[in-house]
């Protein structure tokens, strides 16, 4: 029988020696190195792209809120109940709400301070605190946030800035290598990878945004940081999770960069968004729909109903129609085709595949308004850069120019120092020192000058209105 010692001493000789030494054939010893040279090298990228990523502190003030329910938290049919029964607790009263503080990502987009960041992260933030890779803190200013696709855009007043290049996301192929950097749990600079797991994904949530799905680790904090490619292009922001845990389990959701950027634009342009609407009511296709109308495959949106008076109606769309593709971009289900027709601007020609009477044609379109629908955006362009004159305005709908018979920019919110000027909620803004106001970048441009002379249309009429500013507004 062999000692402790000696069957110790057996098992690492084993362990140490497995057979006669010989040498191993080279292509087994560069066997793992070829492994690892065909996994792919983020370093270049993060360092190339790294100082475009910002951090985003945001700051709610305590305040405190009507309390209609009594208890924080209840609903009112609990606090309906407890009345009934005669509990014995005040209920009505204010809700005090401490300060509460938060943090997001963003990129810099232009050299001198436009940032790209989530709606969600700047939503409701008295204070925006942007934080640069080399410690520089700026006070930031949102110029508009669209909530419908979770886009923002944000200013800091700064020059020279590390902007990130932007891609092309209808190029993004599933397995495609992707990374994220951003500031989960506000550690800044984070840097993640994986792939892009499936494209256009529907969420029910979110009805306009064709979602790129991936499994790069984003946990809280990344939000409004940017995804990109191997080419170190930005092609999505990070903005959702799944998680039944409020951590991340893999699956994590990106908005396309393309329609990131057409969102942007109105943001900048005109401090709101507004979207296209062709007047249909649709409904989702089974495949024993599919085969009573003569389709192959259960693809496409089936009319249901077609609106009075809309695009649709005009272009000549009939209930039972199948609509298949817009513009030649397929339309895989009844949700795509929101997104489809979102993306398009109002007033632009469009062409309709549909499927009637089991034969495919050609539909021109024209895209509308949604008559029914408010214009997405909080603070416009005009509000946050033109905060000298302390309006918010927005640009007139093609609906209201017509009833107004102008353009302009339509004020819905008054500050003290415009209040004092006479300006009203509602009043139009036509002009500043005799040139037109297009956009919320006109007014913001105007408002850079010490005095400006306004246009303004109110019921009908005309007054103009001048505006001088005080020194410690500059």
Same mark, same amino acid.
């Given at each position: 029988?062999?000692?402790?010692?000696?069957?110790?001493?057996?098992?690492?000789?084993?362990?140490?020696?497995?057979?006669?030494?010989?040498?191993?054939?080279?292509?087994? *010893?560069?066997?793992?190195?070829?492994?690892?040279?065909?996994?792919?090298?983020?370093?270049?990228?993060?360092?190339?792209?790294?100082?475009?990523?910002?951090?985003?502190?945001?700051?709610?003030?305590?305040?405190?809120?009507?309390?209609?329910?009594?208890?924080?938290?209840?609903?009112?049919?609990?606090?309906?109940?407890?009345?009934?029964?005669?509990?014995?607790?005040?209920?009505?009263?204010?809700?005090?709400?401490?300060?509460?503080?938060?943090?997001?990502?963003?990129?810099?987009?232009?050299?001198?301070?436009?940032?790209?960041?989530?709606?969600?992260?700047?939503?409701?933030?008295?204070?925006?605190?942007?934080?640069?890779?080399?410690?520089?803190?700026?006070?930031?200013?949102?110029?508009?946030?669209?909530?419908?696709?979770?886009?923002?855009?944000?200013?800091?007043?700064?020059?020279?800035?590390?902007?990130?290049?932007?891609?092309?996301?209808?190029?993004?192929?599933?397995?495609?290598?992707?990374?994220?950097?951003?500031?989960?749990?506000?550690?800044?600079?984070? $840097?993640?990878?994986?792939?892009?797991?499936?494209?256009?994904?529907?969420?029910?949530?979110?009805?306009?945004?064709?979602?790129?799905?991936?499994?790069?680790?984003?946990?809280?904090?990344?939000?409004?940081?940017?995804?990109?490619?191997?080419?170190?292009?930005?092609?999505?922001?990070?903005?959702?999770?799944?998680?039944?845990?409020?951590?991340?389990?893999?699956?994590?959701?990106?908005?396309?960069?393309?329609?990131?950027?057409?969102?942007?634009?109105?943001?900048?342009?005109?401090?709101?968004?507004?979207?296209?609407?062709?007047?249909?009511?649709?409904?989702?296709?089974?495949?024993?729909?599919?085969?009573?109308?003569?389709?192959?495959?259960?693809?496409?949106?089936? $009319?249901?109903?077609?609106?009075?008076?809309?695009?649709?109606?005009?272009?000549?769309?009939?209930?039972?129609?199948?609509?298949?593709?817009?513009?030649?971009?397929?339309?895989?289900?009844?949700?795509?085709?929101?997104?489809?027709?979102?993306?398009? %601007?109002?007033?632009?020609?469009?062409?309709?595949?549909?499927?009637?009477?089991?034969?495919?044609?050609?539909?021109?379109?024209?895209?509308?308004?949604?008559?029914? *629908?408010?214009?997405?955006?909080?603070?416009?362009?005009?509000?946050?850069?033109?905060?000298?004159?302390?309006?918010?305005?927005?640009?007139?709908?093609?609906?209201?120019? %017509?009833?107004?018979?102008?353009?302009?920019?339509? $004020?819905?919110?008054?500050?003290?120092?415009?209040?004092?000027?006479?300006?009203?909620?509602?009043?139009?803004?036509?002009?500043?020192?005799?040139?037109?106001?297009?956009?919320?970048?006109?007014?913001?441009?105007?408002?850079?000058?010490?005095?400006?002379?306004?246009?303004?249309?109110?019921?009908?009429? %005309?007054?103009?209105?001048?505006?001088?500013?005080?020194?410690?507004?500059?």
């Amino acid at each position: 029988m062999l000692s402790k010692t000696s069957l110790a001493a057996a098992v690492a000789a084993a362990l140490l020696f497995t057979g006669p030494l010989t040498a191993a054939p080279a292509a087994a *010893a560069d066997a793992p190195q070829q492994a690892v040279a065909q996994l792919p090298d983020f370093v270049k990228l993060v360092e190339d792209n790294g100082a475009g990523v910002v951090n985003i502190a945001v700051t709610k003030n305590a305040r405190t809120v009507a309390n209609p329910f009594g208890i924080p938290g209840m609903d009112e049919r609990s606090s309906e109940l407890l009345r009934r029964f005669g509990f014995p607790f005040p209920f009505g009263g204010d809700q005090e709400i401490p300060e509460q503080k938060g943090t997001g990502s963003g990129f810099i987009i232009s050299s001198d301070g436009l940032i790209m960041t989530n709606a969600h992260v700047v939503e409701g933030a008295d204070k925006i605190v942007v934080r640069l890779t080399d410690k520089r803190e700026f006070e930031g200013k949102v110029l508009g946030t669209d909530k419908q696709t979770d886009i923002a855009v944000v200013k800091i007043d700064a020059k020279d800035l590390h902007v990130l290049r932007i891609g092309d996301s209808s190029k993004l192929r599933v397995g495609e290598w992707v990374a994220a950097i951003g500031s989960p749990f506000g550690l800044d600079n984070t $840097v993640t990878a994986g792939i892009v797991s499936a494209l256009s994904r529907n969420l029910p949530s979110d009805q306009y945004v064709p979602f790129i799905q991936t499994d790069v680790a984003v946990n809280p904090g990344n939000s409004g940081g940017p995804l990109f490619n191997m080419a170190g292009e930005v092609v999505g922001i990070n903005s959702q999770i799944f998680s039944t845990s409020g951590g991340f389990m893999g699956l994590s959701f990106a908005i396309p960069i393309d329609l990131a950027m057409q969102i942007k634009n109105q943001l900048v342009e005109d401090g709101h968004v507004t979207r296209g609407y062709v007047g249909v009511y649709i409904q989702q296709l089974t495949q024993e729909l599919a085969d009573s109308f003569g389709l192959k495959t259960p693809e496409g949106a089936l $009319v249901t109903k077609v609106e009075k008076g809309s695009p649709a109606e005009k272009a000549g769309l009939k209930e039972g129609d199948v609509i298949t593709a817009l513009n030649g971009r397929k339309v895989t289900s009844s949700v795509s085709l929101p997104m489809l027709v979102s993306s398009i %601007r109002p007033g632009t020609k469009a062409e309709l595949t549909i499927v009637r009477d089991k034969k495919e044609q050609k539909v021109g379109i024209t895209i509308g308004t949604n008559p029914n *629908a408010k214009t997405s955006g909080s603070g416009s362009a005009a509000a946050a850069a033109g905060h000298r004159l302390g309006i918010e305005a927005r640009t007139l709908t093609e609906d209201e120019s %017509r009833e107004a018979e102008t353009s302009g920019l339509l $004020v819905t919110k008054v500050g003290k120092f415009a209040s004092s000027l006479g300006i009203m909620q509602g009043d139009i803004l036509v002009s500043a020192n005799g040139k037109l106001l297009k956009s919320g970048a006109d007014l913001r441009k105007a408002c850079e000058s010490d005095s400006v002379l306004l246009l303004v249309q109110r019921n009908g009429g %005309r007054i103009f209105i001048p505006v001088k500013f005080p020194a410690e507004k500059k």
